[in-house]
């Protein structure tokens, strides 16, 4: 069983830059690859960023890239995720998710929100334009 705890979302102005937080308890943390994903007032949650067990290697959603950063730390239990030059289009509540297996296979990267297993309550990102 994985919990995990978002936190760092809040009001911005766009332009503005945020890191948000993911804490994961549990001893199994390196275990699980991974992913942060938002859902928009109205909109379905969908995919942003993913990150492997390790952290050598990351996938992104195409309008993210370079905007968005994904990062872990296997010691501290915290996978981030590192905004910039934030737009209105960002605000969303943003959930960090855990897959008790790798992120990718066969050339496939897993950013299916049901090849998730575990999910965070999410934390409120507000743009300001």
């Known amino acids: 069983q994985v919990e995990l705890l978002e936190s760092g979302g809040g009001l911005v102005q766009a332009g503005d830059s945020l890191r948000l937080s993911c804490a994961a308890s549990?001893?199994?943390?390196?275990?699980?690859?991974m992913g942060w994903f938002r859902q928009a007032p109205g909109k379905e949650r969908q995919f942003v960023a993913a990150?492997?067990?390790?952290?050598?290697?990351?996938f992104y959603e195409d309008s993210v890239k370079g905007r968005f950063t994904i990062s872990r730390d296997n010691a501290k239990n915290t996978v981030y995720l590192q905004i910039d030059s934030l737009k209105a289009e960002d605000t969303a509540v943003y959930y960090c998710a855990a897959r008790r297996s790798e992120l990718f296979r066969g050339g496939r990267f897993y950013i299916k929100l049901n090849e998730y297993d575990y999910w965070g309550q999410g934390t409120q990102v507000t743009v300001s334009s």
């Open positions: 549990g001893r199994t943390f390196s275990n699980n690859a």
């Open positions: 990150i492997s067990r390790s952290g050598d290697i990351t």
